[in-house]
């Protein structure tokens, strides 16, 4: 029972593998494909599953490509947590790329034989995030359990099976700092909007959830960051139903034209 499945997973890798190649404008067998051939070639549906801390990137990215390739519609984007995700794509979810905040989430889907070949694509650090002026004069995170005039701050983080949850765990023990979360949320973008709400007086997000949130939220910047620098990694799924075009928009995301519009969000590189 198992061999068609590996046959399939096998067929899958070989499909990905020549429209790789035939995006990036290589020579088919017998002739020469022109980087406009290769792009017209390419049509149909492409489903992306990605980090809620991805979303604005992956929009101007999912533009981008749609733009390169005009036959290619990428549907709305499924956002949220990496684990969310993750879960829902072993439970069968159909999803032609997933895009996690970090390499456990992947590893996962990998280790259910759902993902070609993971590649990693970008880099990000957690950051506090408070209401705009930051009224409490929030310096690090030792503040965060501090308190003034009777008063903790209400700090919201992600809950810990999500990676800005994991990060925001690995900081605090590093730091040495006790913190109790008034809510765990399921990804960061439900924790920045408290903060943007009033609802929290602070939150750990990421450093590129603080740049696209503008003057809703100051940032504070983390001196012990680099003890959680989240990997991300991204790609092809065995049950692709658009295997081309999930190919080629890996390989949009990681060429120097996806990482110039990653880093123009705050991202770094792998």
Do not use: W
Request: proline fraction near 7%; include cysteine; aromatic fraction near 4%.
């Amino acid at each position: 029972m198992k061999t068609p499945r590996l046959l399939g997973v096998a067929a899958v890798a070989v499909t990905i593998s020549l429209s790789v190649a035939g995006c990036s404008g290589a020579p088919a067998a017998g002739g020469t494909t022109s980087p406009s051939a290769a792009a017209s070639t390419l049509s149909g549906d492409l489903t992306i599953s990605a980090a809620a801390s991805l979303s604005g990137a992956f929009d101007e990215l999912a533009a981008e490509f749609h733009a390169k390739y005009p036959g290619v519609t990428v549907k709305p984007i499924n956002y949220d947590g990496s684990s969310v995700l993750a879960t829902q794509i072993i439970q069968g979810a159909p999803v032609d790329v997933f895009a996690s905040a970090d390499v456990k989430n992947m590893t996962k889907v990998t280790a259910a034989k759902l993902t070609v070949k993971p590649v990693d694509f970008a880099t990000n650090t957690m950051e506090i995030a408070t209401r705009p002026g930051n009224p409490l004069g929030i310096t690090g995170l030792g503040d965060l359990a501090k308190t003034k005039a009777g008063k903790a701050p209400t700090v919201v983080l992600c809950a810990p099976a999500v990676p800005c949850g994991n990060a925001s765990k690995t900081l605090l023990a590093d730091a040495k700092v006790a913190v109790t979360p008034a809510s765990e949320e399921q990804n960061v973008t439900a924790v920045l909007t408290k903060v943007e709400s009033g609802d929290a007086d602070a939150g750990l997000v990421y450093v590129t959830d603080v740049k696209a949130a503008g003057a809703k939220v100051a940032g504070v910047p983390i001196a012990n960051a680099d003890a959680a620098v989240n990997t991300y990694p991204l790609s092809v799924l065995t049950g692709a139903q658009n295997p081309a075009a999930a190919a080629a928009f890996v390989t949009f995301v990681t060429s120097p034209e996806g990482q110039k519009v990653l880093a123009s969000f705050g991202f770094g590189r792998p």
